[in-house]
């Protein structure tokens, strides 16, 4: 005995609702993941907390940080401008991070808390930072990429702006993951 178009038609819009309703935990556990990194930067690195680094937006592919103008992130005294120091750490921490979610997003199963366990193992392996111009501003917009992602290591691709919208910084890091 064969099935009907009614009981193929059924069987379809099951299907559907059941892969819809995947697609839904996965969305929720990606949600609470980010939302686990999110936290883990923002309230258990204390150097990020001296930086006083706010995560703006984070997905698997990307972040931005934004952090203000202080006289005590000052290196030149004379122009205001932001220690190097600053920079590249900015630009390291906003590399690392969008390298560390990456690898997350590689991972196939496990409880967002499991994923989130591997960052003990992130740390960066290399950081070449190109200084373009004094850091002087009112706050500063650091954006990262990943240019790939692999099980072990992630390259990813940072700027560094100012409120104007000016380049400061740019900087290429390489990040063990795994």
């Given at each position: 005995?064969?099935?009907?178009?009614?009981?193929?038609?059924?069987?379809?819009?099951?299907?559907?609702?059941?892969?819809?309703?995947?697609?839904?935990?996965?969305?929720?556990?990606?949600?609470?993941?980010?939302?686990?990194?999110?936290?883990?930067?923002?309230?258990?690195i204390?150097?990020?907390?001296?930086?006083?680094?706010?995560?703006?937006?984070?997905?698997?592919?990307?972040?931005?940080?934004?952090?203000?103008?202080?006289?005590?992130?000052?290196?030149?005294?004379?122009?205001?401008?932001?220690?190097?120091?600053?920079?590249?750490?900015?630009?390291?921490?906003?590399?690392?991070?969008?390298?560390?979610?990456?690898?997350?997003?590689?991972?196939?199963?496990?409880?967002?808390?499991?994923?989130?366990?591997?960052?003990?193992?992130?740390?960066?392996?290399?950081?070449?930072?190109?200084?373009?111009?004094?850091?002087?501003?009112?706050?500063?917009?650091?954006?990262?990429?990943?240019?790939?992602?692999?099980?072990?290591v992630?390259?990813?691709?940072?700027?560094?702006?100012?409120?104007?919208?000016?380049?400061?910084?740019?900087?290429t890091g390489?990040?063990?993951?795994?």
């Amino acid at each position: 005995m064969t099935a009907g178009p009614t009981e193929d038609a059924d069987a379809d819009a099951d299907a559907e609702a059941e892969a819809e309703a995947e697609a839904e935990l996965e969305l929720e556990d990606d949600e609470a993941t980010l939302a686990i990194v999110r936290e883990i930067f923002s309230e258990k690195i204390p150097f990020n907390k001296v930086l006083g680094v706010v995560i703006e937006s984070l997905t698997f592919d990307s972040a931005k940080v934004r952090f203000d103008y202080r006289d005590d992130l000052v290196g030149n005294f004379v122009r205001g401008s932001l220690h190097g120091g600053v920079v590249s750490a900015t630009l390291d921490l906003t590399g690392g991070l969008v390298a560390f979610v990456g690898a997350l997003k590689t991972m196939e199963g496990g409880t967002p808390q499991e994923k989130t366990a591997r960052l003990a193992n992130v740390g960066t392996i290399d950081l070449r930072v190109d200084y373009l111009r004094p850091g002087i501003g009112k706050h500063f917009i650091a954006t990262s990429f990943i240019l790939r992602a692999g099980n072990k290591v992630a390259v990813t691709r940072m700027e560094l702006h100012n409120d104007e919208g000016e380049h400061i910084a740019v900087g290429t890091g390489a990040y063990l993951v795994g």
